[in-house]
């Protein structure tokens, strides 16, 4: 959810949280993610925008035995995003990753996109 609380200038809010398990035995389904917050503030005028997205995904703790776990032309207008992923380094593994048992999520990554839109 997010709205522009002042001219120009959006905040926003989002979280989830999903449970799973077995009617039979109670046992956590495989590949449920994990709870979730985060915001974004931005500023936007209609042709340039600046803003930055927080996110945090919690511990799951709740998975089946069978899972192992661990923490161009003159119409042309251009979109930069400057994007920054896992900022921390955390070493992590996404609970609906098919490699999670052998392989971490990806470490810090800054990427610069410049998207041509026409």
Do not use: C
């Amino acid at each position: 959810m997010a709205a522009e609380v002042v001219p120009r200038f959006v905040l926003g809010a989002a979280g989830d949280m999903l449970r799973g398990e077995l009617k039979d035995t109670k046992e956590p389904l495989p590949f449920m993610p994990a709870a979730r917050v985060g915001g974004l503030a931005r500023w936007d005028n209609g042709r340039y925008s600046l803003g930055g997205e927080v996110r945090h995904g919690f511990k799951q703790d709740r998975v089946p035995d069978a899972v192992s776990e661990d923490d161009p032309s003159g119409l042309a207008t251009d979109a930069f995003t400057l994007r920054v992923d896992n900022i921390g380094n955390t070493k992590y593994r996404d609970a609906t990753s098919r490699i999670k048992t052998f392989a971490y999520n990806p470490g810090r990554n800054v990427s610069l996109v410049d998207r041509v839109l026409f």
